[in-house]
């Protein structure tokens, strides 16, 4: 039977102080839904895990008041942002993305910092957090800083994440007027599953209400890290959108697509799926803005 050594600090700082002193044979635990499968499938023999459960301000999900600034703590389970009516109403795409991880039961202890951490490309959460221009906040053993989520990713299960970072939060700026997001995960079946490819679009119009000002389409499963479609979004930028237009930029993200073939698709089936849900979110967006 594997032994390791678990550590419960309530404190940012003493987490990062264990996790300095621990070595490099240690590991960060919240919800485990990760780090538990490669323990006991033998990818990871730690000496010695770090829970971040009791560290309170891990756990916080708010929306500024002021900035109109919505911070996601890291703890924050699939489960409370799925089941939140702020999310719901403010920020569908993100409900979309983690109401379709899993069972209820891995929702319910599984968190959005895990999920996007653990930089896997077919990582549900990551989308919508591309999407809305969100940036990562991370505390290390030199302090606070902040990078853009599209920097954040650096290849296939690697992130800009040092040995004893710990991803605190994630900021998203301002929701603007007139606009809204969505994703679509496609995958074999409903639930328990990996995506085959995971799509969102983000609109913001003008105030004509048919313009679009800016555009996000956003993709998982695509490319080694979840990349954007700048050159659909730049088609849609200054456009009047409608159905033809969407379905334009749905071909040109298919294009501008990195998929390749895997055991659980093929690369022109990805590409087929981009051309089509490019367009869908994107309707599904102009519903949710009128």
Not at 64 to 72: A, K, N, P, Y
Request: proline share 4%.
């Amino acid at each position: 039977m594997e032994t390791f050594k678990y550590h419960m600090p309530g404190a940012l700082d003493e987490a990062v102080s264990l996790m300095e002193s621990a070595g490099e044979n240690a590991l960060y635990i919240a919800g485990g839904t990760d780090v538990m499968v490669r323990i006991k499938e033998g990818w990871a023999r730690p000496d010695a895990l770090i829970s971040l459960n009791r560290i309170k301000e891990l756990n916080a999900l708010e929306l500024d008041s002021d900035s109109g600034e919505l911070r996601i703590g890291s703890r924050t389970t699939h489960r409370a942002l799925e089941t939140s009516a702020m999310i719901q109403s403010r920020f569908p795409i993100i409900h979309d993305a983690v109401s379709n991880i899993g069972s209820v039961q891995v929702r319910n202890v599984g968190t959005m910092g895990g999920n996007v951490a653990n930089a896997a490309p077919s990582a549900d959460g990551a989308v919508p957090l591309l999407a809305l221009d969100a940036r990562v906040e991370i505390h290390g053993a030199g302090g606070a800083r902040q990078v853009g989520i599209a920097d954040f990713f650096v290849g296939p299960g690697q992130t800009v994440l040092k040995k004893s970072d710990i991803l605190t939060r994630f900021v998203i700026p301002k929701k603007e007027p007139a606009s809204a997001g969505a994703y679509a995960k496609f995958s074999r079946r409903a639930a328990m599953e990996l995506p085959i490819v995971g799509t969102g679009v983000l609109l913001a119009l003008e105030e004509d209400g048919v313009t679009c000002k800016k555009a996000r389409i956003c993709l998982g499963v695509a490319a080694p890290t979840p990349m954007r479609a700048k050159k659909a979004e730049a088609f849609l930028t200054g456009k009047a959108v409608d159905e033809a237009a969407l379905g334009k930029a749905g071909e040109i993200a298919a294009a501008e697509s990195k998929v390749r073939d895997s055991a659980r698709g093929r690369a022109w089936h990805r590409r087929e799926i981009i051309r089509v849900n490019v367009r869908r979110m994107g309707l599904k967006c102009l519903e949710r803005i009128a």
